[in-house]
């Protein structure tokens, strides 16, 4: 099995900072992409940012030029430096990872940290 545990979530007024970290363990074999997603109330969950194996990152609109995703590979971490907060950044923030285990290759996903941006 494989695991996603993310950290850094949490309160911040508009304007801030926050950096997100996953880091993925258990039997991986090799990881194709990882990036991040969010969910607000009552939206879909949807793509903010993603990185894959051959360093090409790609970003949601609203979150170019304030978002940077980075992955250390030898870590199996990925994180998402999140610069100029906006109260429309709030959202449950999920890591989702490409992940080739020891059967296939398959989606997998954290539990989610919330990120709380006041106005």
């Known amino acids: 099995q494989v695991q996603l545990v993310e950290s850094g979530g949490g309160l911040v007024q508009a304007g801030g900072s926050l950096r997100l970290s996953c880091a993925a363990s258990g039997y991986i074999r090799s990881i194709n992409a990882m990036g991040w997603y969010r969910q607000a109330p009552g939206k879909h969950r949807e793509l903010v940012a993603v990185t894959t194996s051959g360093s090409i990152t790609n970003y949601a609109d609203s979150v170019k030029g304030r978002f940077t995703i980075a992955r250390d590979n030898a870590k199996n971490t990925v994180y998402l430096q999140m610069n100029s907060l906006k109260p429309e950044d709030t959202a449950v923030y999920y890591c989702?990872?490409?992940?080739?285990?020891?059967?296939?290759?398959?989606?997998?996903w954290g539990r989610g940290t919330q990120v709380t941006v006041s106005s």
């Open positions: 989702n990872g490409v992940i080739r285990d020891l059967i296939t290759t398959r989606d997998y």
